[in-house]
Each structure stands twice: as structure tokens, then as C-alpha cells.
């Protein structure tokens, strides 16, 4: 046993020496024209032994391995195990049960108040995706969202998003309910795959809800991304009188030069510089330098993850717009919202209906 495993030890090791070596080969620079590049590429490497009795074996565990390697941030090596095709097996459930998701209607929103700091009142909501798994139960997003993007199911399922939201704002508006605009948020996948300008254009249609109370959210990774291409989509579906915001601002790379050339009106504070800032005079500098910037830029202010009255307050004298968070109410049905808003809602106000033109 002894001589097993320190055979399996140095096989290992002798892997990980050559994935190695494949790898900073792969990354040396070339030219092609007058452009320098760089290739990476990401490795998946497995032992032969007990659960690998054959080629076919080998294969699919390296296969298994090679996602991981992506998965982790791509350019590295991984070592195949066992938990891996658990994993793997969960994944591919997973993403049976939510390309079904949406013809058995099991997928539902959930809405978060925004609050405007200066009133005190409901100024909007984000819309939330939610997963009622029949077997499962309620699936976190954090679990299921991943891979909905890695299969490319987000594109189906953000047309889905986009069409409730729309349907369920109109029937705010219809039933009296004071709720000035609803986000929803956007992936990448539906820039680079999807028909976005349709698909805004045909959920304002079916519902009714005027293009101004429809704000689209986009996080700084997505507009790092393809830049030029997002950019200029944005450009478009501003003209067509929707609202653009920047979420979960100051946890990407973002420079200001391109933050000021953004079709962007709204910018929201990601939490993790709101939440000590009642407690720590440098964090509390930083929420306030992000606000005077958003000011000099023409963009409203919302700080997200708001859970004490102290953040608010400091929040408001900073000169913030907005905020949500616990303070305000975590993420609810509609229909709580709706009573929340002072209009108790009744079952046929909340169900699909469209307002006239």
C-alpha cells in the first residue's frame, strides 16, 4: 500500500510538473500582424487507478477536471476527484430542472423596496429571480444563477424576468399602487446572445408600463466586458426612454473616464462600502467621495445593503438618494409590497393584465 501511494504521489507530481510546463508555453507572447498576444488555456488531469479503469474513464474525469480549471479562473491545472463528478451530476440536474423551469411556472419574483432618503417614501423596487423547485424547495439564486449563465439558459430566462417585471409594474400602476420604476437586472449573455432591444421593447409592449418606469441594471463586470458593444446598446435603449443603472458599484475595475461616457442615470453603492461606514471614518470617506462623484456626474445615488438607521442617516446628510436594504424590507411578493405601499392588493389586481395604450 505503502508503494501505491507514493507511486500515485510521484504520478501526481510528474502531472503537475508538465501541466506546468504546457501552461507557461502556452503563455508566451507572439505577434500576428503588429499585435502582441498571449494564449492561455485551462488543464484537466487525472490518475489511472480504481474509478478510472479504462480510456473512456480517463477521458471524462480529465474532461470533468479541465471545467473546474475554468471555474477557478482559467489558465491553471486541476486534479480530477471523486466530489467533482457529484458536483458535475448536480450541475447537469440542475440544468435539466431549470430548462423546464419556466413552462411549469416555476419561476417567481421577489421585490425589494428603494427607498428615497429625502422623502421617506417607496421610490422603486428591483425586481428579484426566485426558484420554487419541486423538490428542492425555494433555490437560492446564488445556486442556481451560476448555472443558468454557464449553460446559457440566462438568455430565456432574463426574457422571462424582463416580460413579469414589465406585467407585474403595470398592474402597480393600474391598481393605484405608488411605485415609480422597477429594475431588473441584466446578464452579459443577453448582450452578447439575446435580442435585448426586442426583448425591452416587446415586454413594455404586452404590458403597458411606459419605458420610463423601467430601469436596467448592470453591474461593472458587464460593462468591462465588451465596452464598445454595451455601450452602444445602452445608447439605444436610453433613446427609447428606459433607465440604466450601474450595480453593485465598487467591486469591479471601472475607470471614470468611461463611467462619465455611460448612458447611465443611477449608480448603486454595492454593500460592501456601505456597511461599516457608521462604524469606520475611512469607509464612511469612501461612500461620501462615491456620492460627491456620482453628483458631479449627473447620476442618482442608491446605496444598497442599508440594515441600521445610523448608515441611512449618514447616508442622507452625505447627500445620497437613496437606499435599500433590511432596514426597509428584505426581498417580498408582490402583493406585500403592494400593502407596503399603503394599497392593500387583491388577487385580481395582481394577476397578468396589460394597461391600454
Known amino acids: ?135 428542492l424547495g425555494l433555490v437560492p439564486p446564488a445556486t442556481f444563477i451560476p448555472v443558468a449563465e454557464r449553460s446559457g439558459l440566462i438568455v430565456s430566462i432574463g426574457d422571462w424576468v424582463l416580460n413579469e417585471a414589465c406585467r407585474q409594474g403595470a398592474a402597480w400602476h393600474a391598481a393605484g399602487v405608488a411605485i415609480r420604476s422597477i429594475a431588473v437586472n441584466l446578464s452579459i449573455l443577453q448582450f452578447r446572445r439575446g435580442n435585448l432591444e426586442k426583448s425591452v421593447l416587446e415586454a413594455l409592449r404586452s404590458s403597458g408600463l411606459p419605458p420610463r418606469c423601467l430601469e436596467l441594471e448592470i453591474t461593472e463586470s458587464v460593462l468591462m466586458e465588451e465596452r464598445d458593444m454595451v455601450t452602444a446598446t445602452l445608447e439605444r435603449l436610453r433613446r427609447m426612454g428606459v433607465g440604466v443603472a450601474i450595480d453593485d458599484f465598487g467591486t469591479g475595475y471601472s475607470s471614470l473616464g468611461y463611467l462619465k461616457s455611460l448612458p447611465a442615470s443611477k449608480l448603486k453603492m454595492d454593500q460592501s462600502l456601505i456597511r461599516d461606514i457608521d462604524s469606520n471614518a475611512r469607509d464612511a470617506g469612501v461612500a461620501r467621495a462615491v456620492i460627491h462623484m456620482a453628483q458631479e456626474l449627473g447620476l442618482t445615488t442608491v446605496a444598497e445593503g442599508v440594515e441600521t438607521l445610523a448608515q441611512a442617516q449618514l447616508l442622507e446628510s452625505c447627500g445620497c438618494d437613496a437606499a435599500q436594504g433590511y432596514l426597509y424590507g428584505r426581498p417580498m411578493t408582490a402583493a406585500q409590497l403592494a400593502a407596503l405601499c399603503g394599497k392593500p392588493a387583491s388577487a385580481e389586481t395582481l394577476k397578468v393584465r396589460a394597461l391600454s395604450a
Not at 471524462?60 to 482559467?74: C, E, L, T
Not at 489558465?75 to 430548462?99: K, P
Not at 419574483?109 to 422603486?124: E, T, V
Request: charged share 20%; proline share 4%.
Open 1 to 135: 500500500l505503502k508503494d501505491l501511494s507514493e507511486n500515485a504521489h510521484h504520478a501526481a507530481t510528474l502531472a503537475q510538473q508538465i501541466g506546468d510546463k504546457i501552461l507557461q508555453s502556452l503563455n508566451q507572447p507572439y505577434t500576428l500582424g503588429a499585435h502582441p498576444y498571449r494564449s492561455t488555456c485551462s488543464l484537466g488531469a487525472t490518475l489511472f487507478g480504481p474509478q478510472a479503469q479504462g480510456a473512456a474513464d480517463l477521458l471524462k474525469q480529465a474532461d470533468i477536471a479541465m471545467y473546474q480549471a475554468k471555474a477557478a479562473g482559467r489558465h491553471t491545472c486541476r486534479f480530477y476527484d471523486a466530489q467533482m463528478s457529484a458536483e458535475a451530476s448536480a450541475r447537469i440536474h440542475m440544468r435539466g430542472g431549470l430548462a423546464r423551469a419556466v413552462e411549469r411556472e416555476e419561476l417567481l419574483l421577489h421585490y425589494q423596496p428603494i427607498i428615497d432618503l429625502h422623502s421617506g417614501q417607496i421610490a422603486g423596487a428591483e425586481a428579484l429571480l426566485r426558484w420554487q423547485h419541486p423538490d
